[in-house]
């Protein structure tokens, strides 16, 4: 299943890549292909999803509305899912630092503004996916440089995909 995860948050990078940099945090269900065509067959007809050419244990994602301005921590609090969602991922434009870099950094309030505001930043595209079962996946898309190549792992971002897990906790 790890595998069919991290492909599926490959596919949903790649469609939030296709609108640029710049982007607000964006939310996605994760389905059972499966299950969504025998509960929505209308709808699994309008994506064109063929039951005979999809692996047993593939995964749709259904994008979100929006989440609300303000803190992401705040935003995902608010998040529950009903129990027909297998999992849900989320890709976020953040600012990485390097090692050294966050050792150095003040534990004060204006943290995000020294991190934007530092030199030796460097912006990225974070998409974490993870699955009631426990199955976690993550992808990191650097800015500016060879935007082709993409980071993956399963803990490239584990307080996220913590923060993610919850939300199907609820």
Do not use: K, Y
């Not at 692996?55 to 129990?83: F, H, I, K, N, Y």
């Not at 090692?99 to 004060?108: D, F, I, L, S």
């Not at 898309?141 to 996220?160: F, K, S, T, Y």
């Amino acid at each position: 299943m790890s595998e069919l995860l991290q492909e599926t948050l490959v596919e949903i990078e790649r469609h939030v890549a296709g609108a640029g940099w710049d982007q607000r945090p964006q939310l996605f269900a994760l389905a059972r292909t499966a299950d969504l065509m025998q509960r929505e067959p209308d709808f699994a007809a309008a994506l064109g999803l063929d039951a005979d050419r999809m692996p047993a244990e593939s995964l749709t994602p259904v994008e979100q509305d929006p989440l609300p301005d303000g803190p992401l921590d705040e935003s995902l609090a608010q998040v529950g899912w009903p129990r027909e969602v297998a999992g849900c991922a989320l890709v976020q434009e953040v600012v990485m630092l390097p090692p050294e870099v966050e050792e150095a950094m003040p534990r004060h309030a204006d943290v995000l503004d020294w991190a934007v505001e530092h030199p030796q930043r460097r912006e990225a595209r974070l998409a974490v996916a993870v699955l009631r079962d426990g199955t976690r996946a993550c992808t990191v898309r650097m800015r500016g440089q060879d935007e082709e190549e993409l980071l993956v792992g399963p803990d490239l971002a584990p307080a996220l995909a913590d923060a993610l897990a919850a939300t199907l906790d609820s």
